[in-house]
């Protein structure tokens, strides 16, 4: 199936589908008052801090603040795009889906189709007469049949445009393998156009997406060919396309998903074939970037299957330097993460072949803390250069801003207090995330009652109309409550949720326990009329005081009849003021 799915398509799938069913297939649910609860799937813990509100239609880790609707759970829990998992929910329950034809359509799906068949057309290659060399290379490299086939593995001959041609003959256009960066333009210098393969003379490893599709290859010459011209890049990969982006992917995660989620750790490699070498020892969760340092966004992908993720380096200087350097990156991405170091001149694929997968083992559960190794580079090797420790403090209370879970903010300062010598007290009020601005006293209740019309809003989409339609969000002054009940007052669905996403942690979290407590409507109509008149009591307060200011300044200019306007005003604000109190007035 392809194209984009309306609107009330979706919608109609959320009504019908039951979370708590969906999840259970993951996830053991236990009954708890209106909500059930589970261990997290997101995030290691012991104690289940997973919910599910069935009747709502969302779940919530209080845990490690996941959240969302049965889309959301799929997308997180199998890697699934959208579509995927609206496609994946309809079919369970038996939701028909209309079809329609988009633009993304067109220029997604053609790309997978000639990235399929591109994948097919290599690994036959590899098979063929043509295929010899790279067949005795991966053998030479230890890889077995089995590992060959399960990564897919292929070879794209040398001649200019096997594979174009391959395309042409299977009816694709030419168009499309230009886009999936499969093939480029050549300009010959007599003017003749005509296309050229990317990848030549390389064995070719098809990169997928989280879901198993295939989106991208990397490609590896053989060693010891003489390359005529400039000589060949050792490793290369597809363009960047509307389907691949570099940073964004991790090789080898589509195969290594389940394993991921079975031993709740991820293994980060950095070549192809250490991915591979790993798998074929029976560690199968194990991935690698493209070519590239990692990226925070690569590891939140990974952070949807385990929070354990060990990324492996050299035992030299400029492992432990990168090691150091790529922990700020997973702090990015929510993670602590853990360093292995192999032995100089080892790389993961010799390490294994040469020691086994026991010694492995033991080298990947002694991995340190990342944060070790960030720590330990700040230090740097001088531990009493005063200047270099203010300098190091600096660095560390710039990343403590960015942390935003308390127990990890604590560690971090009493780690790096205790590594640089620094007062910890230093460390917290520099590196303490930027505070909103104290209240009044006599502007706390007002703020408090903004925090609490936003729950009520969450809780019933009529109270959010109402609320909307009476004109009070306009006088919130609480910046991140303002912003939540703006999103709440949406009334299309799926820009709601995108708002409500974009909330800050602490925030949604009230929402959320606000929905799953349970409340008398009575209660919850006195207090949408109080919150109200709270805000509305605030505003008029201060509009008095400015209606008083103008009577002061008024009679110094001795102006009469402003003083008198300003008078009649002030007394209008307080009849108001008055009436509101006596009345307790209710919202339309
Ligand atoms: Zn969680």
């Known amino acids: 199936m392809t194209g984009r799915i309306r609107d009330e398509a979706i919608r109609a799938v959320r009504e019908r589908a039951s979370l708590s069913e969906v999840v ?182 098809p990169i997928t997406d989280a879901s198993g599709k295939t989106i991208a290859f990397g490609g590896r010459i053989l060693p010891g060919r003489p390359a005529s011209g400039d000589p060949p890049p050792k490793y290369l990969n597809s363009a960047e396309s509307p389907v691949f982006r570099k940073g964004h992917t991790l090789y080898g995660l589509a195969l290594a998903r389940d394993a991921i989620r079975k031993a709740d750790r991820a293994v980060v490699v950095e070549g192809y074939l250490d991915v591979i070498a790993l798998a074929q020892a029976g560690i199968g969760e194990v991935v690698a970037p493209l070519g590239t340092a990692l990226t925070a966004e690569q590891l939140r992908l990974l952070r949807r299957f385990t929070e354990t993720v060990i990324a492996c380096f050299d035992g030299d200087l400029a492992g432990r330097r990168a090691a150091a350097r790529s922990f700020p990156v997973f702090l990015e991405a929510g993670l602590w993460g853990r360093g292995a170091f192999l032995p100089a001149g080892e790389d993961p694929d010799t390490f294994v072949r040469a020691q086994g997968r026991a010694a492995l083992e033991r080298l990947l559960a002694s991995a340190e803390p990342l944060v070790e190794a960030f720590v330990g580079e700040l230090a740097g090797a001088k531990r009493d250069a005063v200047g270099r420790h203010a300098e190091a403090a600096r660095e560390v209370a710039r990343l403590l801003k960015r942390v935003r879970e308390p127990h990890e903010f604590d560690l971090l300062v009493r780690l790096a207090a205790e590594r640089l010598g620094v007062r910890e007290e230093t460390l917290r009020s520099e590196g303490a995330p930027g505070t909103a601005p104290v209240a009044a006293p006599d502007e706390a209740h007002a703020l408090d009652a903004e925090a609490t019309l936003v729950e009520l ?132």
């Open 457 to 588: 809003m969450a809780e019933d989409a009529t109270v959010a109309e109402r609320v909307a339609a009476c004109g009070i969000i306009a006088e919130f002054q609480h910046p991140e409550w303002r912003r939540a009940a703006e999103a709440l007052a949406q009334r299309d669905e799926t820009e709601r949720e995108a708002r409500l996403e974009a909330l800050p942690r602490d925030i949604r979290e009230r929402v959320v326990r606000r929905l799953l407590e349970e409340r008398p409507d009575v209660e919850r109509e006195r207090a949408l009329a109080d919150c109200i008149a709270r805000i509305r009591r605030r505003g008029a307060r201060g509009e008095e005081r400015r209606v008083r200011d103008e009577i002061r300044a008024a009679q110094a200019r001795g102006d009469s009849e402003a003083v008198e306007a300003a008078m009649r005003r002030l007394k209008q604000l307080m009849d108001e003021t008055q009436a509101e109190k006596l009345a307790h007035r209710s919202p339309p």
């Open 24 to 205: 259970s297939d993951v996830v053991a649910l236990r009954r708890r008052g209106r909500s059930a609860v589970g261990l997290c799937p997101f995030h290691a813990e012991k104690t289940p801090s997973f919910t599910v509100s069935e009747e709502r239609g969302f779940f919530h880790c209080f845990g490690c603040g996941e959240h969302g609707d049965v889309f959301a759970f799929l997308m997180k829990a199998q890697a699934l795009t959208f579509p995927e998992a609206v496609r994946r929910v309809a079919e369970r329950f038996g939701v028909p889906l209309p079809e329609e034809a988009g633009e993304p359509a067109r220029r997604r799906e053609p790309l997978a189709a000639v990235n399929a068949v591109a994948a097919a057309f290599f690994q036959a290659e590899l098979r063929g007469p043509g295929g010899g060399r790279a067949r005795a290379y991966l053998r030479e490299r230890g890889l077995s049949e089995e590992a060959i086939e399960r990564f897919g593995l292929g070879w794209a001959p040398g001649a200019g445009e096997a594979l174009a041609r391959h395309l042409r003959t299977k009816g694709l256009p030419l168009e499309d393998a230009l886009t999936a960066g499969l093939v480029m333009r050549r300009d010959r210098p007599d003017g003749a156009g005509g296309v050229l393969d990317r990848f030549r003379d390389r064995v070719v490893f």
